[in-house]
């Protein structure tokens, strides 16, 4: 079983930058792919980045592309969300997740390992 950990939240201005990380324990990630989620008071978990762990090829949500980007140590079996030109509406808490393979949905139920959630709040 993969038990993630997530780290790096925090307060941060709008235009600001927070970088994320996923930490993977319990065995290898090769073989996975790995996703940042969010979800905001009152909302529904929504899909904000993947990245298949063999490829390294990634999807954005569009709300976020082109300011954020995810990526991952190999060597350190994390994954990164690089967060920049923050905006108050990026405000939630921020989830890692993990499953074999490659999902064919962008939402939470196509994940089967989850990490317990970081809290990023952007002020305006």
């Known amino acids: 079983q993969v038990q993630l950990t997530e780290s790096g939240g925090g307060l941060v201005q709008a235009g600001g930058s927070l970088r994320l990380a996923c930490a993977a324990s319990g065995r290898t990630v090769s073989g996975y792919t790995m996703g940042w989620f969010r979800q905001a008071p009152g909302k529904e978990r929504e899909f904000v980045a993947r990245?298949?762990?063999?490829?390294?090829?990634?999807r954005y949500a569009d709300s976020v592309e082109g300011r954020f980007t995810i990526s991952r140590d190999g060597a350190r079996n994390t994954v990164y969300l690089q967060m920049n030109s923050l905006k108050p509406e990026d405000t939630a808490v921020y989830y890692c997740?993990?499953?074999?393979?490659?999902?064919?949905?962008?939402?939470?139920?196509?994940?089967?390992?989850w990490g317990q959630g970081t809290q990023v709040t952007v002020s305006s």
């Open positions: 997740a993990a499953r074999s393979g490659v999902p064919k949905a962008l939402t939470p139920t196509a994940y089967d390992y």
């Open positions: 990245i298949i762990w063999s490829s390294t090829n990634t």
